[in-house]
């Protein structure tokens, strides 16, 4: 984003039609946030731009996918969303992106928690030692993990349970302080933000 050239795409925006079609365009990124645009859509953007091709419409997307990203995925507040733009980007479009990132910043958020609220996470681990079920009687770890899912405000906890041969679980007892910081360091960032990927 620091780029200067990243933004030189922004001034296209300024052959739409109207501040809807504008308006549209980011719609149609945001609801297309997982999936890229498909040829229908990308077709619609192109004539609202007034585009030949692809290779005009897809740095724009790319850059405006990182507006609607840094806007929504990294607590920016609605105050101050004119701030992600450098001076070089145009005063009326950096006025009306603004307007437009700030009129749906609170709806797409609400977006990302219900998207979040779909997911199950892991509540607790625990394990114990057990004598499996084979012939040879090897001591094996059995691991019970609660998962907590949240569906409607309504938590439901839900065990998994599977086993381990001592192989494997001196190779998991080696990792288990790794794999504990990386579950706390996904669950803070599970309440700020959720990885997206980048499709145009």
Known sequence: MENH????????LVRANSKDSIEHILQALWRTRTTGLDA???GIIRDM???QNDSEL???LVCLRMLIRKCVYENTNKEDIHKLFPSEVL???QRLLTLLLQKFQREWREDVLKDQATLPRLKAMTWNMSTSN??????????NLRLQNDVKFHYDDSEVKFQLDRDTLDSMLRSMHSVAEQLSEMDNQSNEQIPLENPV
């Not at 050239?5 to 001034?11: G, N, R, S």
């Not at 084979?134 to 691991?143: C, D, K, M, R, Y």
């Open 5 to 12: 050239a990243f933004w030189d795409h922004l001034p296209l």
């Open 40 to 42: 229908a859509n990308r």
């Open 49 to 51: 731009l007034q585009l």
């Open 58 to 60: 897809d740095p724009l």
């Open 91 to 93: 005063p009326e479009l």
């Open 134 to 143: 084979t012939e040879t009687s090897e001591p094996v770890a059995v691991i």
